[in-house]
């Protein structure tokens, strides 16, 4: 106790704390409210503005009306209703596979899944299933800037593991054949979400046909933004969904909710409601909640000019923040990263963002590498282009005042 103490008295004093802003609004509007004042939002996730629609809200309150609160159970107890098994449904036919299976949290999605995956072996022993061949031990290859989901989910399952530098198929490649004749599972961010970047999936799903491999895809952040339907990163380059490949996802982001899934196929989806523990052994999303993304995905279907109008201020905001001189990285995808370096420099220009009305968070190490600290904009449908121009017009200031940009 005395050591977490004093941890967190020097966190204290080097200002380290990340600020997190109450809000007495909707998180996700792009005006929110904080203390009083009114602050333009340039963090959240709701990419296509579905969190507050009022057509997501009527759903919720019907289902509220029908369901209560709580789902009061896990799944395979006592929390699974119609709208859960209407959402899955519904997210299969989303990302092309033959089922999904949602998870209280993306988060406990990739852990479940991955802890799943590297469990079979001992669970067919324990259970008394014998199979008819004798699995060899998973290897999870990993690319090193996966999301700490990823890297937890392999932790917890204590499964062997290989990183790979940051998309690089030449390392993939290696860690590939130095583990060849193991069961081999390729995990990837397909959307990274500090770095906005999107993975190289068609050679990546080459390289995993080639080796014999599955691949987990953590579409997070794709999923309802990307590609001509929305369908997320596979339809974003043109692949078919293939039961090789193992689509992850959140309701939290695109859909405005909360929730995770995984799409795949049957045999899948059946096997990690029974092997995944972040399924088994945690209370079901509330009802109201599943009825509130079913809603927001009908929505996002409906009308695909939220998902043009969110790339297009993407690409506004991240062209005129380049002509103002800054580093911004990543690209085609709502996530804005714009690299300051230093922790000092990024905490005084958000800080100032902050002052001008503007919430634009920085992120430091261990979000990210150390001296790779940015400030991260994440852009929705409903910001207006108005929006981003006083954006731009306070980065410029700013970035000048604190000498980040040449004066
Ligand atoms: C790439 C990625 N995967 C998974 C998650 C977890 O999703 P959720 O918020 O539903 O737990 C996130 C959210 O931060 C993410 O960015």
Redesign the pocket.
Known sequence: MQAVSQFMGLVDEAGAMPPAPTMSSATSDPVALIDGREVLVFCS?NYLGLATHPEVKRAVKDAVDVYGLGANGSRLISGTTDVHVALEESTARLKGSEAAISFP??????TGAIGGLAYLPFFARMTGFALDERLPEMVVVSDALN?A??IEGREAARARHATYAHCDMRSLEEKLAAHSGRRLLIVT?A???MDGDIAPVPEIVALARAYGAQVLL?D??GTGVLGRSGKGTLEHFGIEPADDILQ?G????AFGA???FVAADAATTDYLRIAARSYMFSGAVPACVAAGALKAMEIAEREPQRRVRVLRHRDYLAHGLRELGFTVIGDGTPIIPILIGDDRAGMELSDELYARGLLAPCVRWPAVGRGETRIRLTLTADHEREHLDVLLDAFGTAGRRLGILPQ
Do not use: E, N, P
């Open positions: 996730s949290t993306g988060f406990m999605a990739s999301h989901s990823i961010d959307v990274f979400s953590d997070a952040h992850m959140t309701y939290s982001k909360l929730g995770g």
